[in-house]
């Protein structure tokens, strides 16, 4: 019983070390696989040519029994798995120096729209009278509500990096609109909100999951549950789950934050407000994520514990990679 454990034990090991290589797509994961596979067919074709030697006509079977039992089979076979030993570790090394060197690059470039991106969105609040702590506090708001809304934690991560990007058409905003101190008068608020569409067209044909998400939430964020926000005047389900969160975030850290032309409030204020504007500006279930998530989003907005980093983005290449090349958001929360 504990020798049958035992080996169903090691064919369960080696299954899952294969699939966590598999998943791995690193340079040893893949080299390893490479070399693996190499060293098997090798041995493989090595006994089947040796054996193919007695030839398949009259008695084979007795030939092919009695050329096995002699020694020199034996030694001839082990020096040739040996010369295919030492050519698949050569082919291990060459393989995993060679993707080494690819895959630093891809990160490269990886890291760099990342890079790019907080740029990018760094740039549309400075001109707004912020710093780019507001962008990364919106994401770190979207990402915890959509967690407590069930969404997958890859979605959650890549909803944090799309929605830093919620402002981006403020860039294109006049100075003499984003910083007036008083109330903006009709014809400067159809400006101001013109910055959903100004962004929108900025992102409008991009490839990548995370910027084709950023597009849908500088669409829709400034879209109300009942209907009376803009720019399409989207009502409830019409407006996606990535809008309809951020909008939540966005306000919320629009509260509690200063700016020039005002102080923020107290978190208390803002959440009421966020509560009591339920069902008519935020949708009812995504207040009540933000509810469930209060206790985070307090420590974020502190940037106290492991939110003391503030606007870091603490996120390792590959998982940077996973998401922007290939993620789509879960909206099926």
Known sequence: MGSDRGKRSGKSSWK????QLIQMKSPKGISMLVARAY??????LIFALRVSQSGFSGDWVGRTISMVSESEFWIQSAQATLIIIFSALLLYFVTNRVLDRVFRAHQQVVQNQLEIVQRLAAAAEMRDGATYDHCYRVGRFAEEIALHLGVTKDSARLLFL?????DVGKIAIPDAILHKPGRLEPHER????GHVELGAAMLAGVST???KLAEVIVWTHHEKFDGTGYPRRLKGAEIPLEGRIVAVADVFDALVM?????MGMPIERAVDIIQKDAGTHFDPEVVNAFMRALPRIRMINGGAGEYAGNSVLNMREDEA???IKQHPFDKAA
């Open 258 to 262: 200063d700016r020039p032309y005002k």
């Open 16 to 19: 899952e070390e294969k699939q």
């Open 190 to 193: 159809k400006l101001m909100e």
């Open 162 to 166: 799309a929605s830093q990007l919620h």
């Open 39 to 44: 060293f098997v067919l090798g041995v493989g």
């Open 209 to 211: 999951p995370m910027l």
């Open 321 to 323: 990679l996973k998401l």
